[in-house]
């Protein structure tokens, strides 16, 4: 792989082999900045292309340049795959510290809510779609019948629980205990119930950052007939 000014920067996909390079398979660097791809996702990625090395997100050059050989490399031919990098690229932000994202995040985005929200993210412009889940006026999807009983007493349960010790732990095996539901029958409805969402971040920072009125708000209306 290499980098070529035709005037945009591109990539080709090279068989090192036999000195041949694919434009077909060019993928423009714009086009990735544009997607909101992290330059250290693509560049985690090419410096272990071709080695022995595992593939794996580096948010630090100068950590990627200090493992970086050149007796790594085998010849065997190397394929780039845009997919690994948005997979990397996803791993990072999972892992970025405030510090370090904080000059590229909207304005409403504090440090504990970049903690809860990080995990849900592929791209650093996603974290927009998740506003409305942690301030007021989520609209709260109404439970299937047979979540319903289960969301009232989880509102109950979540009036009890203490929550300047891990409320979501507490909550869960307070349900478990009551209801002997466990794995998705016992998680999914109270993820829909607090995101609106079938998927996301993960539940233990989120629950903590919403607060205790907010979460009972949401179980509550749930659970509504």
Request: net charge negative; glycine share 4%; charged share 25%.
């Amino acid at each position: 792989f290499f980098f070529k000014q035709k005037p945009a920067y591109e990539i080709y996909q090279c068989d090192w082999s036999s000195d041949v390079c694919s434009s077909d398979l060019a993928v423009g660097v714009g086009a990735m900045q544009d997607e909101g791809l992290e330059p250290m996702a693509l560049l985690s990625l090419l410096a272990r292309l071709g080695t022995s090395q595992p593939v794996e997100p580096i948010a630090s050059l100068e950590t990627l340049a200090e493992g970086f050989d050149f007796a790594h490399f085998g010849r065997a031919p190397a394929h780039f795959d845009m997919a690994e990098v948005a997979q990397l690229n996803a791993r990072l932000l999972h892992a970025m510290s405030f510090a370090e994202a904080r000059a590229h995040l909207p304005a409403w985005v504090d440090e504990p809510r970049w903690l809860a929200l990080r995990t849900a993210l592929s791209r650093m412009a996603d974290i927009d779609d998740w506003r409305s889940v942690v301030e007021d006026g989520l609209t709260v999807p109404v439970a299937a019948d047979e979540d319903r009983d289960f969301l009232a007493a989880a509102a109950a349960a979540a009036a009890d629980v203490d929550w300047h010790d891990e409320p979501w732990r507490a909550l869960t095996t307070t349900l478990k205990e009551q209801s002997g539901r466990k794995g998705k029958a016992l998680f999914h409805p109270l993820r829909l119930a607090l995101t609106a969402r079938d998927s996301g971040p993960e539940m233990a920072p989120l629950v903590a950052l919403l607060g205790k009125e907010r979460v009972i708000a949401r179980l509550a209306a749930a659970a509504r007939d």
